[in-house]
């Protein structure tokens, strides 16, 4: 124990912890100046693992997984995103999910090491395709499904089965529901299956609907319901007319003509239309309106009568609502309000105009307030606002009067007094005014306080009852409440009288008398003496007060220090106190008393020699030293002794220092003669690669301390030292003395860690080059694993992956960073049109939508276009054949789509032949020089269920004809105009009259 290294119950010590090794250290106490036997204290530091590589695939689709493998076979934990994942510590890990993962291995002595991070990512499953539900009425024809998405594939089940490229054509034969399912497939992953239903709905019966209750004239029309689904209204049987929507439709006709009309309703069920139900809304006459005479004014309590000219069917009215019972022609009015008369029909029902009929309200009772006397206390007559007043001694009943009374007071107790007012002849309800006779309360209870002493605080003073008020003299009042504490000077010895009366219902009691006495205090006392003592002696305080004392020490009585002398042995703020006859103290002022303190032990430091080195004098931190050769007695010198080293050994001394002429306790100087080693040496390669290490050793055995550029390693105390850093390294034996080796110097190898070049990435079904800044010694890796027969300094990668390359020189080898190489997958598109087409139609080519992609089109009559949609407009036969598409995304172009194109032929436009003249009643026949596929029209409208080469026409008009063949292409005849022929009316000519011929 020679080298000090820190002080304190607690130490951190300086050495290093990133060296594995054993460090000790050894702690002593001291007491009274004598230091004990040291105890050792270890300090391991275990070496930590070598840091785990990871390997593996680092990309994985949605839905799959791929699997990382540590470098250490055991004490393994993988962790995601820097957390622990629970139950895995194997040395796989199989990942299901992206991140950054890392893994932590921990070796047998708790230390870990933790691995370069590695970034996993993941493919993401492709979102279902879009499309929409479809619903057909039954027995409709249906078209194949459809669905917006990439590579279809069709299923006839959720999950499982077989998918078909082609799209299924519904079945509408029967009516329910057929699920359909769908899936796109984009750089070779599936997505979800997307569910289309396939709804065949049935066509609806008729709606349930009844006809209204008939209205009358004048009435609101009423609301049509009809009990179903989607309703719409219409005005006519063949429903050609509609006129509203809805399961309620309230008509557009007028409610002022008696009379019939019809309505006829429908529902649509899923798109189909059902048959309809006809309504009737049938709106009858009202009879002639009625009229009232009568007063139409009463007073409150009154009545009037009304008659009206109506005489049958009556029924009168107050305020819009019938009146119970009121049927007669007159009807006798007792209440305010509007009046009329409905006259009813046999079915219908016409109100008069409204009669108001007012009446007069009788006054309210006059404004009073109650009246309070305290008990024989003068009184004057009540008071009510109002007019024309009457006054009365109960609530009803009696006479008034017009004179106000005069409330008696002599007894105590309460009378009711009452009052009205008359108004336009009538009177008020009365208002009552309530005379409350007060007792006179008692005084209140109430009593002196104890005397106090001058200086103290004035009492507070307390009485019982109610309102208290405090006087003092008869009239004077000084404050009020319960509780009241006096305004008098407590300085001043003497007494003074206040008075205490209650007021209870604003009637004052007689007052109680209450007494504050101020008693004289003592003199204040005094204290004399010395102030200040040694530490272990007293001193001697004295007062000037003779009886009544009580000594005080920082304010606290000492117990039995009653006496006018007394001695103090603790330092401190002395009192006195001194109390009269009264019981009225005073205290001195403090007297203070301090006591010097006996000095420290002077401050020293232990003292240690190698043997026969040259020593000086003993030295220690304090004043006025005496130097002593043993802990207790003997005789002292103020010279500080010279240790002789010639011995080895320990020696001790003693000091103490002297403050104040106070000696101090004396302090134990060890001093310690160690004998000398000899110098150690150092043996071992002095080269090592980077990354690596080489191993030196001490020729001692023990005691060494290796150190690096001349400063001590933490920790490195072995024989032997691994080396991980280039540097001058040397070693000191140590004992209790030291001796120091030569300096050997350790280099580093100079390899350098090799670059990677060339492109990261590259399309599927291609490659790239990378190139390694290494010319030898060169092995490629793939995924952290070496790649067979890849040492060139270029390769060709087919292969996405992380890539790294390792140069090795001799017993030295260094790896490059990783460079990840992607492989782009080429997109997929798929090509549309909307052919078949007729000659001199649009053709509209369509590509499927591909992010960031450029499109090229190429087709027949050396057709080449740029645009995702192109569109041909006045296509011939000679734009009809295959059509293909390609993208280009990222410089990857996909595999053509195609789609092939009809053009067909346009149809020859037909012509009409017939006669164009149409006689009254009669009709003509028009002929298609088509023989199919015909479709006459009147004034541009097709005509329902004409379809035959001949159309009989019975109406003028504008005719012509439509053909369309069966690839759909169609043409149109130009119009002939039918015109009605009047013929001119004959006349009759001839003789008008002849001779009857008379016969034999």
Known sequence: MTTQVGTGNTFTPSIDNTVAGTYTFYATQTANG?????????????ANPVKPIISGTTTFCQGSSTTLTSSAATGNQWLLNGNPIAGATNQTLVVTSAGSYTVTVTNASSCTNTSNAVTVTQTAQPSAPTASNIAYCQNETATALTASGSNLLWYTAATGGTGSTTAPVPSTATAGTTNYYVSQTVNGCESPRTTITVTVNTVPAAPTASSPAPICVGQAIPQLTATGTSIRWFSDAGLTTQVGTGNSFTPSISNNIAGTSTFYASQTVNGCQSTATAVTITINANPAKPTISGTT??????????TTSATTGIQWNLNGSPISGATNQTLTVITAGNYTITETNSSCSTTSDPVTVTQTAQPSAPTVSDVDYCQNAPATPLTASGSNLLWYPSAAGGSGSTTAPTPSTGTVGITDYFVSQTVSGCESSRARITVTINAIPAAPAASSPAPICAGQAVPQLTAMGSNITWYNNTTTVVGRGSTFTPPIDNTVAGTTTFFATQTVNGCESQSTAVTVTINPNPAQPTISGTATFCQGGNTILTTDATAGIQWFLNSNPISGATAQAFTATVAGNYTVSTTNGSGCANTSAAFSVTQTAQPAAPTVTNVTYCQNETATALT????????????????????????????VGSVDYYVSQTVNGCESQRARITVTVNPAPSQPTISGNNTFCPGGSTVLTSSSATGNQWLLNGNPI??????????TAAGNYSVVTQTSCSATSATVSVTESTLATPTISGNNTFCAGSSTTLTTSATTGIQWLLNGSPIASATAQSLNVTTAGDYSVTVTNGSCSATSAVTTITQTAAPVVTASSNGPVCEGSTINLSASAVNNATYSWTGPNGFTSSLQNPVINNATATHAGTYSVTVTVNACASAPATVNVVVDPQVATPTISGNKQLLPGGNTVLTSSAATGNQWLLNGNPI???????????????YSVQ??????CSATSTALTVTQTTPAQPTISGTTAFAEEVLP
């Open 714 to 723: 933490g920790g490195a105390t072995n024989q032997t030292l691994n080396v």
């Open 963 to 968: 053909i369309t063949t069966t690839t759909g």
């Open 297 to 306: 004014t009463f007073c409150q309590g009154s009545n009037t009568t009304l």
């Open 620 to 647: 220690a931190g304090g004043s006025n030293l005496l130097w002593y050769t043993a802990a207790m007695g003997g005789t002292s010198s103020a010279t500080a002794p010279v240790p002789a080293t010639s011995t």
């Open 944 to 958: 329902t269920g004409a379809t035959a080469q001949t159309l009989t026409v019975t109406t003028t008009g504008n």
């Open 34 to 46: 004598c230091e004990s036997q040291s105890t050792a204290v270890t300090v391991t530091i275990n």
